[in-house]
């Protein structure tokens, strides 16, 4: 500043000239500050909006929390990005939510020097084969018959179980089939594999077969199970049935874990109920009223003689039923089941099958987890079951969410995914 010199005046005096403060070396300009200040802001900014998007109260006993939002995030992500590809014109949202799955869905298993994996098809259903090793002490394989899961239009994650043999069953996806398709698909394969020349050439025990599914593939592996019991050409029949949080019901979307559940990951209650309306080729105008059970209201005839099977104030403990209570509409929406009326088909909802078809059902295995919607489903299925004098294990996990039996490997592995999948596994050694 001892450069800055005043300008002279009349009379000898000397006033300052304005002349600007000089910056010591190598300091950052105002420009170049403002523009950190804003990058810092919008930065801020960016990460309170992916707070705010990741974040949703969760209760403390769901297990590994933070990872569960993150894991719910991504899937919601996905979900906004194929309804807007959808709604562009360009695709089916289904089609591309399953595009994106698939394409982040590969799965270690693959790779296995322990497994020998054949893709192959069963009377033109395309199956997964998973051969391990063989035991010299079974000259005769074990074997599950596996259908995935995923709302029946989602090529869900398959798994591989350390069995002798799994056929894991890739059936047709909503949209390309609907309800039935996907049923006479897993029926059709598995058929083909009780064959005993098919048995015969993957050295399979006839008396040691399982079939199994999760979520969606539960329904299916319910479906099939019922079926078989009632088809006298079968010479083989199926040993167990193992159902991992299965979905059983389209009746009643207001049971506690329904209510209590309603906006849990990852699968919300509103989703679960647009799975439903998509495997009927429904109308989504519909997904609301079923919401709130307009569709099963008192004055929808077809329905009043099915609801006691599903009555669960009477199938489900006082420790989950707590204080919730069962939505009953008197009027509803009539038109609903009589433009769905596979709403109401024992096919599609195995927890409303007669006592006579349960009663043949072989030794079952279901797997439930507290925070999932279809938790009752499960739950009033074994008791239905049991009154019925079929053997069943109920396994239920307090930490449990839906799906999470299949994130196990990282970055998705949560601890109750791996304590479920060995329960499982230690179930299947040993009663097959």
């Known amino acids: ?121 069963f009377d033109g259903v395309e199956v997964r084969v998973f051969e391990g090793p063989p035991k010299p002490e079974e000259p005769l394989k074990r074997s599950v018959v596996y259908i995935h899961g995923g709302g029946w239009a989602l090529a869900s994650a398959i798994l591989f179980f350390p069995l002798p043999l799994s056929a894991a069953l890739l059936y047709r996806l909503v949209p390309k089939v609907y309800f039935p398709e996907q049923i006479n698909d897993v029926v059709r394969a598995t058929k083909y594999f009780l064959e005993p020349k098919v048995l015969e050439k993957y050295m399979v025990d006839p008396g040691r077969i399982c079939i199994s599914g999760d979520s969606a593939g539960g329904n299916l592996a319910a479906a099939v199970g019922q079926q078989f019991t009632q088809d006298a050409s079968l010479k083989n029949k199926l040993k167990l049935q193992a159902l991992i949080y299965p979905v ?133 299925y074994a008791k239905r079951l049991e009154s019925a004098g079929v053997e069943v294990t109920l396994d239920y996990f307090e930490d449990g969410f839906h ?3 299949i994130f196990t490997t990282w970055p998705t592995n949560f601890s109750v995914g791996i304590r479920t999948r060995n329960s499982y596994i230690n179930w299947l050694d040993q009663n097959l």
């Open 1 to 121: 500043v001892s450069s800055c010199r005043g300008q002279k005046l009349a009379g000898g005096l000397r006033v300052a000239s304005p002349c600007p403060l000089r910056q010591p070396a190598g300091a950052p300009s105002r420009g170049r500050g403002g523009k950190m200040r804003s990058s810092c802001v919008l930065l801020a900014a960016l990460v309170a909006l992916a707070a705010y998007y990741i974040y949703i109260p969760l209760p403390s006993s769901v297990s590994d929390p933070w990872k569960l939002m993150l894991l719910d995030a991504t899937f919601r992500g996905a979900q906004q990005v194929s309804n807007l590809i959808h709604y562009l014109g360009l695709s089916h949202h289904l089609l591309a939510l399953n595009f994106i799955i698939v394409s982040f869905g590969k799965k270690s298993a693959w790779s296995s020097a322990q497994v020998k994996v054949t893709d192959t098809d």
């Open 248 to 380: 059983l019901q389209a009746l009643d979307f207001n049971t506690p874990s329904y209510q209590q559940n309603m906006n849990t990951p990852i699968l919300p209650r509103y989703v679960m109920v647009k799975y439903w309306v998509d495997y009927f080729k429904g109308n989504y105008d519909f997904v609301q009223a079923m919401i709130v059970n307009n569709h099963t209201s008192l004055d929808v005839e077809e329905a009043a003689a099915l609801r006691a099977r599903l009555n669960w104030t009477s199938l489900l403990p006082a420790s989950i039923i707590k204080n919730y209570k069962p939505v009953v509409q008197t009027t509803g929406n009539a038109g609903i089941v009589r433009e769905l009326p596979q709403l109401l088909d024992a096919r599609s909802a195995p927890l409303i099958a007669d006592q006579a078809v349960l009663q043949d059902l072989p030794k079952t295995y279901i797997l439930t987890c507290e925070h999932d919607v279809l938790r009752d489903d499960g739950i009033m």
């Open 403 to 405: 799906g999470c039996m």
